[in-house]
Each structure stands twice: as C-alpha cells, then as structure tokens.
C-alpha cells in the first residue's frame, strides 16, 4: 500500500478543515483528489507530506507514518505545491543540483538524475536560463523535475496546473502521464477535463468530509442501470407529464426547452417520448443519449448548483 489516511482530521482553533477521512491508494494508481476551495484538499497533502501535523488520526506513506518517521517520508514522496516556490534567481540546472543534493544525491548519479529531468521535462533549451525569466508553463517544468529528482515513489501534486495556458495544459498533462507511469499519484485540480484524462479514480472531499471514492465511470453512472436522455422542444412542457412516462424516473430542464431525463436503462423510454410529443402537439427538435458530467457529480455532492 502506498498510501493509507485513517481518520484523519486537522482542527484550526474551532475550525474542523480536515474531518475524520480516510482513504487508501495503491502502488501505481493516478488519483484525483477534488473539492471546491476551502476543502481540505491543500491541507491534507500538507500532513501527507510532513508539513503540518494532524490533530488526530493517521496518514503512512509506504508504510511510513508521517508524524514518527517524517525523515523516512520525505525521501520517498516528490511535492510541487499549488504556488510552486521556487529560486527565481537560479539557473534551472543549478537549481535541480541543489534540490537533488538536498536529498543526498551526489556525484555522477546526481548529475544523472539532472540530466534525465531537464531531458523528460522539455527544459533542454532553457536549463541554462534564470528561473525568474521562464515563463508560467516552465516554471511549472522545473517544479515537477524538482519534484522527480530523487526517483520519488509517491508524487503529489497540488494544483499542478493552475494559470496555464490551454496549449501549456495539454503538455503539462502529458508530462505527469509520462513520469508517472511507475509512480503512485495524488493530484488535485479543479479541471474536470484533467481528471478524465489522467485518472481512473476520484476522492472527492467537501467541508472537510469525504463524499465520493469511486471510479470515473462509476461516477458518470458507466456502471450502473441508469441512462440520461437530453430532449429538445421548440417550445415549453410539462415536466411532471415527461416524469409520468414509462422508465423516466426524473427530470430536469437544462436550458430553456431543453430537458435531461434520468431513465431506467432497462427501458426504452424513447417510443413514450415521441408519443408525449405527438399526443400533445409539441415538436421534438432532438433526442439524444448523454453520459451525466463529471462536473455535474461534482457539484451534486459539494452543494453546487
């Protein structure tokens, strides 16, 4: 097991931030850790990597618990935090021989270890450049090839890629899919396109309390019974008259005339559409299957609209 929470919780004066969670990651697995802004999410990778304590409860890393062996921890786990601190008036190369000694890399296998980062994280052209003069997307880089230096066996990223532009989002994903195919990862983001495409499991947590532990799929009802149905009308109807047919069990008006059915996927419910429509005179102008969003889950469970 690469990482195991067990209750735990973190309380600031009378503010419960972190509040009893717990959840366990496994050796190889890319996990998304969500939730909106005020969470937890920050302040659990902060015990997870031995910055803060936790009030109660526990958090191991390989095995490691990160209050008694916090050394230990620390040598197996790579961080980049949300703000990516760096040393903006070091060269890129110097500042990843700094960070790699720091871990006690040394010699040939330190100057390895550099060369392999600057080559996999694209910074070939600008490892002999100040930090401070790189862009947002390459600062970003360096935070990651400093957090893979030393070969972690855990990586967690916080906000990995926030203020990015579209373009430097696309490679910044490819970048934690291609270091971390031997790794176990946490990351946290608020981009729901990210989660889809790097994860195959979400941990979703909200005032400090977990809500969801599931994979992708099953949170977009993949593997369930369940099928949603977007229906378009030229003009206005009658809700309650689309829940009394046979297999819709609700709905919801997404837009105006626009109306997703949640539908028994057991039942064909689009005859008793097309004869709603006919018997009542209304005209269908679409029909169509569609899975239910992440987006849509995620603020179902964190109080969203």
Known sequence: MSVRVKNLTKIYG???????????????EIVGFLGPNGAGKSTTMKIATCYIPPTSGELAINGFN??????????????LPEHNPLYLDMYVHEYL????????LSGKRLRQRVALMVEMCGLTREQNKIIGTLSKGYRQRVGLAQALVHDPAVLILDEPTTGLDPNQLVEIRQLIRET???KTVIFSTH???EVQALCDRVIIINQGRLVADSLVSALQGEDS????LVAEFAESVDVGELIAIEGVLDVAE???NQYILKADANH???PGIFKFATVNNKVLLEMREEKQSLENVFQKLTGGR
């Open 180 to 182: 971390s195919q031997e």
């Open 225 to 228: 019974n369940i099928i949603y």
């Open 14 to 28: 009378e503010q419960k931030v972190v509040d009893d969670i717990s959840f366990e990651v496994k050796e190889g």
């Open 268 to 270: 064909d419910v689009r």
């Open 191 to 193: 981009i729901m396109q």
């Open 66 to 79: 990160v209050e008694r062996d916090a050394l230990k921890v620390r040598k197996i786990i790579g961080y």
């Open 254 to 256: 997404q837009q105006k």
């Open 97 to 104: 021989g700094f960070i790699g000694s720091l871990h006690q």
